[in-house]
């Protein structure tokens, strides 16, 4: 996965295996800057409500493709829960994106 910072959206780029994974048919995540509320890297809670509709999951392992929570519409691909950016979006088709990212902590900085 790529993050491409280039004002104003914030681009994420999935490669095959990942797209595979989410079942997401688009190469590209286009986020306006300007929806995007918060950025962390905080984990979101998961619960058995979730709704997975499509998408992988293996405890442990990885948690991709898209989820209705009680928060909304999220997206995630998440392989290492300690390495994640969460964004939190408005008024777009997924108020939440949680993904593994290389350099976490600095992309939440260069978001914010």
């Known amino acids: 996965m790529q993050l491409t910072l280039t004002p104003p959206t914030l681009q994420i780029?999935?490669?095959?295996q990942e797209r595979l994974w989410a079942f997401h048919l688009g190469r590209l995540i286009e986020v306006p800057l300007e929806k995007i509320t918060r950025a962390t890297t905080e984990l979101p809670e998961s619960t058995w409500?979730?709704?997975?509709?499509?998408?992988?999951?293996?405890?442990?392992?990885?948690?991709a493709g898209t989820y209705y929570t009680e928060?909304?519409?999220?997206?995630?691909?998440?392989?290492?829960?300690s390495?994640?950016?969460?964004?939190?979006?408005?008024?777009?088709?997924?108020q939440h994106i949680i993904l593994t990212v290389d350099n976490h902590a600095t992309w939440v900085e260069r978001i914010n």
């Open 13 to 16: 780029h999935l490669t095959g």
């Open 49 to 63: 409500r979730e709704i997975r509709a499509p998408g992988t999951y293996l405890p442990g392992v990885i948690k």
């Open 71 to 81: 928060r909304g519409r999220e997206f995630w691909y998440v392989t290492n829960p």
């Open 83 to 94: 390495s994640v950016v969460h964004l939190e979006v408005k008024d777009d088709y997924y």
